[in-house]
């Protein structure tokens, strides 16, 4: 398959163990985030989502971390999975403005 | 991917010839985006579209253009004036009313 994002952060963790994603955003208005997940030669994947109101949120073996004082989200997949190998990255957003806007990614690889 | 569709997967020109890409939806969504992926780098915003018969322009429309005649179709012209259009393009849609994106499969162009 084609490579996307060849000079990407990279994590390497074993099936099984905990991944913790980071990425820092950069406008401090921006009040809605997202987690994409981009397999090999494919679109990205929506994973989950959190509004600025919120600290936390969780999903199924997903949480999403947002810190408003350092812009910082992070995105903690548990038990991590072969098939959780991919590229994440977070996108941010303002209410009424269409201006969403993408992180250049980290390529997690999970081995066996 | 689902509901999005995106005509060819992989698509090869000689340089000065312009192209188009399709994309294709039946998700009954307003919103209807261009997006440009390069290794290393966040997804670019090329165009948009919030309505059908309008338009606007993102970060890098130059040597892009773009038409919304039916709601459920915006093709992207490559066109010879883009100075490097081999890349990854992406065509995403999204409902107005929240500010998920929803993406197409892709279309890798190279142009030699």
């Known amino acids: 398959g084609e490579s996307v994002g060849l000079h990407l952060p990279t994590l390497s963790v074993q099936e099984g163990d905990n991944s913790i994603i980071n990425c820092a955003y950069s406008?401090?208005?921006?009040?809605?985030f997202i987690w994409y997940k981009q397999e090999s030669g494919k679109g990205p994947q929506f994973i989950i989502d959190?509004?600025?109101?919120?600290d936390k949120r969780q999903g199924q073996r997903v949480t999403v971390l947002l810190n408003k004082t350092v812009k910082h989200l992070s995105l903690q997949i548990a038990a991590t999975q072969p098939g959780d190998s991919a590229v994440y990255f977070c996108a941010e957003n303002t209410i009424n403005n269409n201006d969403m806007r993408f992180g250049a990614g980290t390529r997690l690889t999970v081995k066996p | 991917d689902g509901g999005i569709t995106q005509s060819p997967k992989y698509l090869f020109r000689k340089e000065g010839q312009n192209v188009t890409l399709s994309c294709e939806q039946n998700l009954n969504h307003d919103a209807m985006y261009w997006y440009r992926q390069d290794p290393g780098q966040g997804l670019r915003l090329i165009y948009y579209s919030q309505i059908v018969n309008d338009f606007q322009k993102g970060d890098i429309a130059e040597g892009y253009s773009v038409s919304r005649e039916k709601k459920e179709s915006f093709p992207l012209t490559v066109t010879s004036a883009q100075k490097n259009p081999t890349a990854f393009y992406l065509c995403a849609t999204g409902t107005g009313s929240n500010y998920e994106q929803y993406f197409g499969p892709g279309t890798r162009l190279t142009v030699t």
């Open positions: 406008n401090s208005a921006s009040d809605y």
């Open positions: 959190i509004r600025s109101n919120m």
